[in-house]
């Protein structure tokens, strides 16, 4: 299947602790996105990878850490995790160059931060 | 920097009746995208505007842009109860990056 495909899809931890949520697509695509969820289903960019190049960096805590070691993949390491940090994260891939530079979204990962 | 304004937020309709989900936006933008998330799920794409005076229709929903009035809206005709879920707006700055509406709940009862 033709997707973007996320691990784990549930994840609960303890503050404090380090996790990592990774991301693969298998579309093709050049650039790829992590976006939070919160509890209010709100929705806001956090990075943004093109071809392995970092192209947006929101204002995010320096906790975070996306790492991306193909235009394929793109992973997420979150340190010293606080209660605050529990949201869905989902993962997303576009084609830059094209017309609609659709962007076709992961499962989610639901973290738990207790 | 872009704002991205959905009303309403909660809509709990009849099935059979109409409604119109609106998206204002607040500065020139080069595309709008219409999405659905089903509870738990991922989001689902369902409808991309380039241009002024775009309508696109699948099925019961259809979508239009007004640049210049810098507002989408999302029509559903004749609703069902698989209709169901939450519906985002996004807007794209030619910067490859959407900026989200809050979203809007809609729940369509029988």
């Known amino acids: 299947d033709t997707a973007v495909s996320q691990t784990p899809k549930y994840l609960v931890t303890q503050m404090g602790n380090d996790k990592s949520i990774k991301c693969e697509q298998n579309?093709?695509?050049?650039?790829m996105y992590w976006y939070k969820q919160d509890s209010k289903k709100f929705l806001k960019i956090m990075f943004s990878y093109n071809n392995k190049e970092l192209i947006i960096n929101e204002t995010v805590p320096n906790r975070f850490s996306p790492k991306s070691p193909d235009k394929a993949h793109l992973n997420l390491h979150i340190n010293s995790l606080e209660l605050g940090d529990s949201a869905v994260y989902f993962c997303?891939?576009?084609?830059?160059?094209?017309?609609?530079?659709?962007?076709?979204f992961g499962p989610g990962t639901r973290l738990t931060v207790l | 920097e872009l704002k991205v304004e959905q009303n309403p937020l909660f809509l709990s309709m009849q099935e059979g009746k109409n409604y119109t989900i609106y998206c204002n936006y607040s500065t020139t933008s080069d595309r709008l995208y219409w999405y659905r998330q089903d509870p738990g799920k991922s989001l689902e794409s369902l409808f991309v505007?380039?241009?002024?005076?775009a309508v696109k229709q699948e099925g019961r929903l259809m979508a239009s842009l007004d640049t210049k009035a810098r507002l989408s809206t999302l029509h559903i005709t004749a609703a069902v109860h698989d209709l169901s879920a939450t519906y985002f707006c996004?807007?794209?700055?030619?910067?490859?990056?959407?900026?989200f509406g809050k979203g809007t709940l809609l729940t369509v009862n029988p």
């Open positions: 996004a807007v794209d700055r030619s910067n490859y990056k959407l900026t």
């Open positions: 579309l093709g695509h050049d650039t």
């Open positions: 997303a891939s576009t084609s830059r160059g094209s017309s609609y530079n659709e962007q076709f």
């Open positions: 505007l380039l241009s002024n005076g």
